[in-house]
């Protein structure tokens, strides 16, 4: 996380890390039990939260949406440090799944993922979009991983910005070389990287790819929706190569059910978006805009369950604020 009102893609890596950072953390993981883990986060999690003023701000302003959005009480400064240690939580938790320290027998039961995993073992691929809600991360390794005969055959190619977090990506490579062949950076998305996302889709492959970060690369190519009670801008880049591609189209969001803990089960809600583009194009503009308004409810209902887990820190309706 980076202490800046500025864009996420003007600001340093979003984890503020240094490689001492990123070592001590690996280190922890490889060596210590969780509860252990959790307990040395915590600390240094209170730390960074006392000196973090505008990501409390920005964590504050999320929180209330939620809250106002829910009927829940007027979250406090507690609340902040709950959503800001969550996410500390999510990246220990991806050295985990990466180091295959974690079971795919923790995974709760979910008739639509059940359904997205039989379409893809049959050969045939799906668009699934993601949020920074939870930790679809940890999805992708396990079903790389083969622990299980129910998801092992699962073949991930996730679309995301790697230059925005170099340092942390390296340390996930050092972690599983194996597991960063199918990342797509999305900063180099283009026609020959789009021939080659419908050739893994018709290889059966789940392209897995982010609707609510604005692309360092595309971010004019935005459109304002009503998020959580306020307007936002959400990039449309996700959304038009959902289009293009004609795959079946899903949403997807992995979360911890004990936001935490790194000793418990997870959920992954996977819903089939009612959109599809097959058929004439004359209409595709507006089918777009119809997939947004499914995606953009689907993250909002996630959010109202699990507010702790949703890791964007800056101001995400910043954009609305400079344009009214």
């Not at 959902?242 to 979360?255: D, E, L, M, N, R």
Request: glycine share 6%; charged share 25%.
């Amino acid at each position: 996380m980076a202490d800046s009102q500025a864009n996420w893609y003007d600001q340093k890596e979003v984890s503020s890390g240094t490689s001492w950072t990123f070592t001590f953390m690996f280190l922890m993981v490889k060596y210590l039990p969780r509860p252990l883990i959790v307990a040395i986060s915590a600390t240094i999690c209170f730390f960074f939260f006392l000196g973090a003023k505008p990501v409390r701000k920005n964590s504050m302003t999320y929180l209330e949406k939620v809250a106002k959005a829910t009927g829940r009480k007027k979250p406090t400064a507690i609340d902040c440090y709950k959503h800001i240690f969550s996410f500390v939580l999510q990246m220990l938790e991806k050295m985990l799944s990466w180091m295959g320290r974690l079971n795919v027998s923790d995974l709760t039961k979910d008739a639509e993922r059940e359904e997205l995993r039989k379409q893809l073992t049959s050969g045939h691929g799906a668009i699934l979009l993601s949020s920074h809600l939870g930790n679809l991360d940890m999805f992708r390794s396990l079903g790389d991983s083969g622990n299980d005969a129910k998801i092992k055959d699962l073949r991930i190619c996730p679309i995301v910005d790697i230059d925005n977090s170099s340092r942390y990506n390296d340390l996930l490579r050092k972690l599983n070389p194996e597991l960063m062949d199918n990342i797509i950076n999305a900063n180099d998305i283009g026609v020959d990287s789009a021939i080659m996302i419908k050739d893994k889709i018709d290889k059966g492959y789940l392209i897995v790819i982010a609707g609510d970060r604005i692309s360092a690369k595309n971010h004019d190519r935005t459109v304002r929706k009503q998020f959580l009670g306020d307007w936002a801008e959400f990039p449309e880049g996700a959304f038009i190569l959902a289009s293009i591609i004609g795959a079946p189209i899903y949403f997807g969001a992995g979360t911890r059910c004990k936001n935490f803990s790194l000793n418990t089960k997870y959920e992954f809600t996977i819903r089939k978006a009612t959109t599809e583009f097959s058929g004439s194009r004359k209409d595709r503009k507006q089918k777009i805009q119809a997939l947004m308004d499914e995606y953009i409810a689907f993250v909002e209902e996630s959010c109202k369950k699990h507010p702790y887990q949703w890791y964007n820190f800056f101001d995400f309706w910043e954009e609305k604020e400079q344009k009214s």
